[in-house]
């Protein structure tokens, strides 16, 4: 039955939620269709001639009003830009509504960064502009793309991370010492302005571990010595800084000395003064947005026994949001979390809680539905599942220059409850992933979750993994809830380009004891292109990389092609996946790939980039 489009029956109420008026509700028996437009009014009925201005107001009167038990209400969001103030919360009485865009995919759109204008000349080619902010922002997006910090060295292209510094050891008592990195004489010039000893000094960017190049850390500077060649970094890394005679791979940022580069900014937060170097030579028709969120949508039930139920997200662009002060890959050390589990090595392999987050985060939820979305140019995650998510649906949807990683599963810890499972992902194509944080990023990500599904997906260009799969090898299987998971007709491309010991494909610690039978399934995959960087020190790249524990897996045809290292690479445990049909063995048979199944399908509403 089609819905009744903008219903408005009685006398409008005039119910305060949240400082507004809310407008009149729709009779009991209907479902209810409203309708949200930035040129709206909150004050109106939110019918189609009348919409409302904000998603937050047609979530507070439908909170009021109620819902009819069995209905879906429709809030329809039209074409044009949503300016985010402050995160768009929902909770479990949002439960059962729908939120799309309905002038198609991507015309409502969420707008989490400000347009800077007022630019004049500053010097060599450099432009600056007055910026009116209480706190500083940490990414930046200009000429219709993510703009790089100001740095040295300068980066290749858009598309790498590298070139690097590498660190030295500066004394031969100090290689385990995670806060203090060496340098060379003339990697840091004396000259540069790098504001230490401040609120808002120059970071390094560095992929701690000396020769192990699998997490990259993002901190800023404390204090240097040119005498002894060090710099003392304000936190810790997740790595000390030298490994088996090996350095750190490591770039400084954040200071306006560095700024000679099309393409790069560097915010003087003190004077709050933005400045930026156009590839044009010009400002003129130049876009600029800073960020001013982090967060666009939260949807959080209370607790694992009150969830959001049901509610769905269609259609809607989300771009530019923030990156944050600083950097590490989970906590260094095990029971580090100051929390007690029973499993407290596993601190050590998820993120802190400071950076448990997307642009879009779900928590505590059962149903929810993500379709047809575009996230672009984010500063961290796209999309976080946090903790108790289950029967999630993230589909038809095109994630692009992605801060760290496209879809995060995190479940709980291990043997604690299994809280995180049956979700699905299909549908998507994930490019450009890992672009602030290049260590340990992938276009999905499973962490201590099973019986997901991931299909029809396409993950290409990053430093490290295309899909991750992981919990920690010490975890009896009873108490490890990442089986199960199933992977089918997706294409994996130009992943791995920066770092070691990895592949496209990659699991860790998910079944750590025999007897090893297949539950989870990896089949019509095809893995192309992963070769890094040459000043990329670990083991080079392979296709599928089944680490630690990267047992339970039953793989059938699959296709590796143009890899640096094997195409497959089994765990330690020794054989403990099965094989049919797989291009590393003899006998492969091409003819059984379903290329026209393999990637997103026919029907996918986004132009593939």
Not at 51 to 79: F, I, Q
Request: aromatic residues 12%; glycine residues 12%; charged residues 20%.
């Amino acid at each position: 039955m089609k819905l009744l489009v903008g219903v408005v029956i009685g006398t409008a109420l005039a119910v305060a939620v949240g400082g507004s008026a809310v407008g009149t509700a729709p009779p009991a028996q209907d479902c209810g269709a409203y309708w949200v437009s930035p040129s709206g009014s909150d004050s109106g009925p939110g019918s189609e001639r009348k919409p409302w201005r904000s998603v937050e107001h047609a979530r507070d009167a439908l909170r009021v009003h109620g819902r009819t038990a069995g209905c879906t209400p429709v809030v329809n969001l039209k074409a044009g830009t949503y300016q985010v103030g402050k995160t768009i919360t929902f909770d479990d009485r949002d439960s059962n509504v729908t939120y799309r865009s309905v002038d198609g995919p991507g015309k409502a759109v969420f707008e989490a960064g400000r347009e800077v204008t007022g630019w004049t000349p500053y010097k060599d080619g450099i432009f600056k502009a007055p910026v009116d902010i209480s706190q500083p922002f940490y990414s930046l997006y200009a000429e219709g793309k993510r703009a790089t910090t100001a740095r040295y060295p300068n980066r290749e292209s858009d598309d790498k991370w590298a070139p690097y510094l590498k660190s030295i050891l500066f004394d031969p008592t100090k290689e385990a010492v995670h806060d203090q990195l060496g340098f060379n004489t003339g990697d840091i010039d004396p000259s540069w302005d790098l504001r230490l000893g401040t609120d808002w000094p120059a970071q390094v960017t560095v992929w701690s571990g000396g020769s192990w190049s699998w997490f990259t850390d993002t901190i800023p500077m404390l204090d240097i010595n040119f005498t002894k060649k060090r710099t003392t970094l304000v936190y810790p890394a997740r790595y000390g800084f030298i490994n088996s005679g090996g350095g750190s791979r490591y770039y400084v940022q954040n200071s306006l000395s560095l700024l000679d580069q099309a393409g790069e900014y560097y915010l003087d937060y003190p004077a709050k003064t933005l400045y930026y170097k156009p590839s044009g030579g010009t400002m003129d028709g130049v876009k600029v947005f800073r960020p001013t969120q982090t967060e666009v949508f939260s949807i959080a039930g209370a607790s694992a026994n009150r969830r959001v139920e049901n509610l769905t997200l269609d259609g809607l662009t989300i771009q530019h949001t923030d990156f944050m002060e600083w950097y590490r890959y989970g906590w260094n050390g095990t029971g580090d979390s100051g929390v007690k589990h029973k499993y407290p090595k596993y601190d050590t392999q998820i993120e802190m809680p400071r950076n448990q987050w997307g642009a879009i985060t779900l928590t505590n939820t059962r149903g929810v539905t993500l379709t047809r979305l575009h996230l672009q140019q984010t500063g961290f995650t796209g999309i976080e599942l946090l903790f108790a998510n289950e029967k999630a649906t993230v589909s038809d949807s095109l994630l692009e220059h992605i801060g760290n990683d496209g879809i995060k599963v995190e479940g709980g810890y291990p043997g604690e409850g299994d809280l995180a499972h049956d979700n699905t992902f299909t549908d998507n194509y994930i490019h450009h992933i890992g672009e602030l944080v290049p260590g340990d990023s992938a276009g999905v990500e499973i962490m201590d979750s099973g019986r997901n599904l991931i299909s029809h997906t396409v993950v290409e260009h990053g430093a490290r993994y295309g899909i991750s799969i992981e919990s920690r090898p010490e975890i009896p299987n009873a108490d490890n809830y990442t089986g199960g998971n199933t992977v089918k007709y997706v294409r994996l491309s130009h992943l791995a380009q920066d770092s070691g010991d990895t592949g496209p494909f990659y699991a860790y610690g998910v079944r750590n004891q025999p007897p090893y039978t297949p539950e989870a399934s990896v089949s019509q995959l095809i893995i192309d292109d992963a070769n890094a960087d040459p000043s990329m020190p670990d083991a080079k790249p392979y296709g599928v990389h089944m680490d630690f524990g990267g047992c339970g897996f039953a793989f059938s045809d699959i296709k590796v092609t143009n890899t640096e290292s094997d195409p497959y690479h089994g765990p330690s445990a020794g054989p403990c996946d099965t094989f049919s049909n797989v291009s590393w063995e003899s006998g492969f048979d091409d003819s059984k790939l379903q290329y026209d199944q393999i990637g997103v399908l026919p029907s996918f509403p986004y132009e593939k980039p």
